[in-house]
């Protein structure tokens, strides 16, 4: 029936106008900023650091310098200096870390390939919108400092996403301590196994060569 839609969308209003004084969830206009929706845990914005400890941020970072994310980038907005030497990273393995780490948000699309394309699960999207600011240069260029956040605030904006890292981060750091403590086992027996040979070299029946020989008369 020609204009049926119209008078469908006019019931619609008319039902959540009659709601709204009753129903809460019908309540659609939010005064902002007095008032917040809570933000879906997909929605992201800019990337921001993941370091381990937020009373030593810079000092725990999980980024390593090895510059993936900043080949990946499209726009190019992000630039890292890489560190000379190495420090221990989370686990305690030595590490090179960023000296500078810049993100220039008023070029950043937001793509998330620097998050995607990161081995290190060291970068990942903020969700931080309330960036506005009347110089748009140097405010908008974001640098390591500004960008390192605790863990603990990646499990508060993506719990999901960030229970699943820490899982896979665990489980990738027991197999590396196992690997390692089944290759210093490995070396510990080696090393009796080899004195014992060298004891046994030049006795009655062993194959081995004695390691000096008798002067001649
Ligand atoms: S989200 Fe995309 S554009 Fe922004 S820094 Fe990462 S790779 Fe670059
Ligand atoms: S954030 Fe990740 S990809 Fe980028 S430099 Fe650091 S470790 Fe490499």
Known sequence: MLGSGLLQGLAVT????????????????????????KLPEAYRNFPFLVSENATDPMGTLRCVACQICEKECPPQCIYIEKSKDKKPDATGRPQLYPTVFDIDTSVCMSCQICVEVCPFDAIKMDQVFEIATTDRFTALLLDREQLAKPNDYYH?????????????????????????????????????AAVAGLGE????GSSTPATTKPPAA
């Open 201 to 204: 070299a030049g006795a009655p």
């Open 156 to 192: 508060t904006i993506h719990p999901t996403e960030a229970a699943e890292v820490d899982a896979r981060l665990a489980a990738e750091r027991k197999a590396a301590a196992e690997k390692a403590a089944a290759a210093a086992a490995k070396a510990a027996a080696a090393k009796p």
């Open 14 to 37: 008319a039902k959540n106008l009659v709601g709204s004084f009753h129903d809460p969830a019908r309540l659609t206009t939010v005064e902002y900023p007095e008032q917040r929706t």
